[in-house]
């Protein structure tokens, strides 16, 4: 049987949805993850980004070790007393380029510093382990308001002793 011409013509001139629901979809999801891939790799190289780092640059740290102290406490009776080996540590770089030897050229001034702050401190200030922290940043504090070429960036304890 011949297909009435008026038949072919109406399945001819239906014309194709190009945007369905499902390719609408498609094209967000696509969009979507391109858009997650930039952010996140925009994340990560300023993460990674050397300019950005905080701190200084690890190949570049220098320490000196200040020697044994051995300081009273101020407790009362004067049996009380504290042993450290405090080593400062800094960055080697343009703002600290004479600091290692104004350092050891002034060693006794900050040692005297350093009891100073000690001397004003009881057994139960520097006894529980939290103190170390809290006696390491006093000391770079005072210590960094003594120094005129740089700053000292941390201060690390090579003997702690109390008793």
């Known amino acids: 049987m011949p297909v009435p011409p008026q038949e072919t013509a109406q399945k001819v001139q239906q014309p194709r949805k190009l945007f369905t629901p499902k390719i609408i979809i498609a094209i967000l999801v696509l969009l979507l993850m391109i858009v997650g891939v930039g952010v996140g790799g925009v994340i990560y190289f300023k993460s990674t980004s050397s300019d950005h780092r905080e701190g200084p640059d690890p190949e570049k740290l220098v320490t000196v070790n200040m020697g044994s102290l051995l300081v ?30 104004e350092i050891t050229k002034n060693k006794v001034v900050l040692q005297d510093t350093m ?45 702690y002793l109390t008793q």
Not at 125 to 151: F, M, Y
Request: hydrophobic share 30%; aromatic share 6%; glycine share 6%.
């Open 72 to 101: 009273n406490l101020a407790d009362p009776g004067g049996n009380s007393f504290m042993r450290i080996t405090p080593v400062l540590e800094y960055e080697q770089n343009k703002e600290n380029k004479k600091l290692g030897e």
């Open 115 to 159: 009891i100073r702050v000690i001397r004003k401190k009881k057994m139960s200030d520097v006894q529980p382990p939290e103190s170390i922290d809290k006696i390491a940043q006093e000391l770079k504090t005072e210590i960094n308001k003594n120094l005129h070429e740089g700053t000292i960036y941390r201060i690390y304890f090579a003997e």
